[in-house]
T-cell receptor, first 116, second 113 residues
Framework: GAVVSQHPSRVICKSGTSVKIECRSL??????MFWYRQFPKQSLMLMAT?????????EQGVEKDKFLINHASLTLSTLTVTSAHPEDSSFYIC????????????FGPGTRLTVT | KQEVTQIPAALSVPEGENLVLNCSFT??????LQWFRQDPGKGLTSLLL?????REQTSGRLNASLDKSSGRSTLYIAASQPGDSATYLC????????????FGTGTLLAVQP
């Protein structure tokens, strides 16, 4: 149980385009999902916390107009990188918190974004 | 500021050796602490979760301890194997409405056959 999926696993896009990444909790309901970013050989940095049906809370320094987060249902959150640039290339990982185990997060497999 | 640091940054050991990875955190008012494993280019695999009221957790060859007062946790790996090679991350949760995690800097472990 407690499986989180991400789609796509890898994406290459051209500079200036937008990319959407999906995060799904497959076998549980998640009122809260988290989005992290990881640069090569570095740790995970929390970008934002999304709650189902409300606006996401962004960490300091994260541009909310560039990284659009939507948490439309209890099993799906999306991250859209708008007008992507090469410096947005990174590994994006989501996690989900179950409504029944509120203090444990389950992580997705990550999405490798490359902007050319 | 809540910071989590892991020492060493990298470690290479021969197969069969017992080893200890260290995690320290600046704010000791934690709710829980979690150890993860990350293989190259992959997501996170949760290894052990320790609640603030606990002193240690064990799973197979892994043992994690927690000393809240000193702001430290250790991950002990017994009889290391080449398959244990990965990056190990500790993450500290501070509870509250979301219990967002603060991740450590990671330890890259290589177990030589």
């Amino acid at each position: 149980g407690a499986v989180v999926s991400q789609h796509p696993s890898r994406v290459i896009c051209k500079s200036g385009t937008s990319v959407k990444i999906e995060c799904r909790s497959l076998d549980f309901q998640a009122t809260t999902m988290f989005w992290y970013r990881q640069f090569p050989k570095q740790s995970l940095m929390l970008m934002a916390t999304s709650n189902e049906g409300s606006k996401a809370t962004y960490e300091q320094g994260v541009e909310k107009d560039k990284f659009l987060i939507n948490h439309a249902s209890l099993t799906l959150s999306t991250l859209t990188v708008t007008s992507a640039h090469p410096e947005d290339s990174s590994f994006y990982i989501c996690s989900a918190r179950s409504t029944s185990a509120i203090y444990e997060q389950y992580f997705g497999p990550g999405t490798r974004l490359t902007v050319t | 500021k809540q910071e989590v640091t892991q020492i060493p940054a990298a470690l290479s050991v021969p197969e069969g050796e017992n080893l200890v990875l260290n995690c320290s955190f600046t704010d000791s008012a934690i709710y829980n602490l979690q150890w993860f494993r990350q293989d190259p280019g992959k997501g996170l695999t949760s290894l052990l979760l320790i609640q603030s009221s606990q002193r240690e957790q064990t799973s197979g060859r892994l043992n994690a301890s927690l000393d809240k007062s000193s702001g430290r946790s250790t991950l002990y790996i017994a009889a290391s194997q080449p398959g244990d090679s990965a990056t190990y991350l500790c993450a500290v949760g501070y509870g509250g409405a979301t219990n967002k995690l603060i991740f450590g800097t990671g330890t890259l472990l290589a177990v030589q056959p």
